[in-house]
């Protein structure tokens, strides 16, 4: 099947330092990702769709200053934290919206191992 | 506002033995229904749905049943493997968001002992 990687998939970093996620669709074409956020024994939230060549588009509380999303191109969307706090710290998620290739039905969603953010 | 709510975790099981985790839901209109699971090191991978009321997805030996009278998405495995140890999730979205947007439960961690 499709497949969604994202690097790293560990990250320690200090307090007041930016960390960058990437999130890559390795053999097809995703116009649109979406980055979720998981706290410990909590559901994943959405936090905010990413879409290729454009503004990305944040679900409410979600302060976008503090979390930039770049979606470069059609196979690559990124995620910056900027100025880390420990509060921080959490499991961040993608997931790639097919958008074109062959064998797989556009539309269906595939999903990226997920990158633990340790703040210190 | 829509939501998920699924047991917590962690659940242990012997090899061989009966799953069942729950999963209920709040949502307005008429949500689609998924369970996701999620190997160590590797991203959610989409296990079963359901798209309306009494539908039954199936995988793998995993079942699930829409139930819109109880609200509920329950999964289910006769009997299970080690290989199934994995954290499930529990999620809805619906046609009016595109099937963009997803809720999701907390997760359920599976562990199956020989």
């Known amino acids: 099947g499709a497949v969604v990687s994202q690097h790293p998939s560990r990250v320690i970093c200090k307090s007041g330092t930016s960390v960058k996620i990437e999130c890559r669709s390795l053999?097809?074409?995703?116009?649109?990702m979406f980055w979720y956020r998981q706290f410990p024994k909590k559901s994943l939230m959405l936090m905010a769709t990413?879409?290729?060549?454009?503004?990305?588009?944040?679900e409410q509380g979600v302060e976008k200053d503090k979390f930039l999303i770049n979606h470069a191109s059609l196979t690559l969307s990124t995620l910056t934290v900027t100025s880390a706090h420990p509060e921080d710290s959490s499991f961040y998620i993608c997931?790639?919206?097919?958008?074109?290739?062959?064998?797989?039905?556009?539309?269906?969603?595939?999903f990226g191992e997920g990158s633990r953010l340790t703040v210190l | 506002g829509d939501s998920v709510t699924q047991m917590e975790g962690p659940v242990t099981l012997s090899e061989e033995a009966f799953l069942t985790i729950n999963c209920t839901y709040t949502?307005?209109?008429?949500?689609?229904l998924f369970w996701y699971v999620q190997y160590p090191g590797e991203g959610l991978q989409l296990l079963l749905k359901?798209?309306?009321?009494?539908d039954k997805g199936s995988n793998k030996g995993f079942e699930a049943t829409y139930r819109k009278e109880t609200t509920s998405f329950h999964l289910e495995k006769g009997s299970v493997q080690v290989s199934d140890s994995a954290v499930y999730f529990c999620?809805?979205?619906?046609?009016?968001?595109?099937?963009?947007?997803?809720?999701f439960g907390s997760g359920t961690k599976l562990n199956v002992k020989p």
């Open positions: 949502a307005t209109g008429y949500p689609s």
């Open positions: 359901a798209t309306k009321a009494d």
């Open positions: 990413s879409n290729e060549g454009s503004k990305a588009t944040y």
């Open positions: 053999d097809f074409q995703a116009t649109t």
């Open positions: 999620a809805l979205s619906k046609s009016g968001d595109n099937f963009n947007k997803f809720y």
């Open positions: 997931s790639a919206k097919v958008s074109s290739w062959t064998g797989v039905n556009t539309g269906e969603l595939f």
